[in-house]
């Protein structure tokens, strides 16, 4: 197997496509799949199951991978399946390596924990190759998130991308949080946008065809291939940070009964959900700390203290 910070696309042949296995000083190795255009052109960097129980973006990007014709493209797709091998196995956000969250550890150390080697192989070696990022994320076995294509609103590269990617929804955002693929994407001038989708550890239909018409529509986007993105109309355009450790927590664990549903309008002290007992006593009640859409609920009743549970967005005026 190769090693990452030797992976260099220029070396493979132009017209095809290649399927890698990159391993990195740690001994973790990931699969890096390669479409070289017949001629040279922008290149579309993609990654999925950063989170390690999101596995849309997975099936997403192998679909993909298996349609597109590089001798029929002006640049290249750079795509890794799976970026997080240690949690993809074990079915967890996190890794069961060193307990990190791989999105909160970019841009990683060379000879840190295994997640921050991964964080920075893939940053380093992979990711700043990128005339565009796309991180494809979705609500994971724990959460429910909107459908949806964010983007930094700041840039407007990535705005006009989230416009024809696909997504009903899509979502600005005016701050990026540190440590995510996405922060060091704006740490070069990389322009990008990410996904999320409905999750529950299952690969909805909907959400596989959006990702591979997002997909496609970036590639006709950049001139990779030729034709016009398939327009979506978009019925959401959200506003907000959008930092899922920041929502709503519990302070207590507990059963979860959510009493609002994805995108629903809430004012401020409404009731989103409470917090039972085994008895099935009440124990925490959760209210809308102001007027706005729910943007994440936590699906997965069992909650521990410090859990995020809701995350408001707004509406564009």
Known sequence: MAKLSEFDPSLLRRGAKHRTMQTLDCGMSIPVLVARGAVDGPVLVVSANVHGDEYEGVRAVYETFDELDPTQMAGDLIAVPV???????????????????LARTFPGKPDGTPSEQLAWGFSHSILARASFYLDLHSGGVKFRMPSMAGFYSADPRASAAAEIFGASVIWGHPV?????????????????????????????????????????????HLGILKGEPERVPIEFRLTGEGNTDVGSTATQSGFLINRVSMLQKVKAGELLGVLVDLMGETIEEYRAPQDGLIGLIREFPIVEANDVLYLLAWEEQ
């Not at 970026?83 to 990190?100: C, H, I, W």
């Not at 060091?184 to 909907?206: K, L, M, S």
């Open 83 to 101: 970026l997080n091998p240690p949690a993809f196995r074990a079915g967890t956000r996190t890794s069961p390596l060193d307990g990190a969250n």
């Open 176 to 220: 990026i949080a540190p440590g995510r693929t996405v922060s060091f994407a704006t740490d070069r001038n990389i322009p990008w946008i990410y996904t999320e989708a409905r999750g529950a550890g299952r690969v909805h239909p909907d959400d596989l065809k959006m990702m591979k018409r997002g997909i496609r529509n970036l590639l006709l």
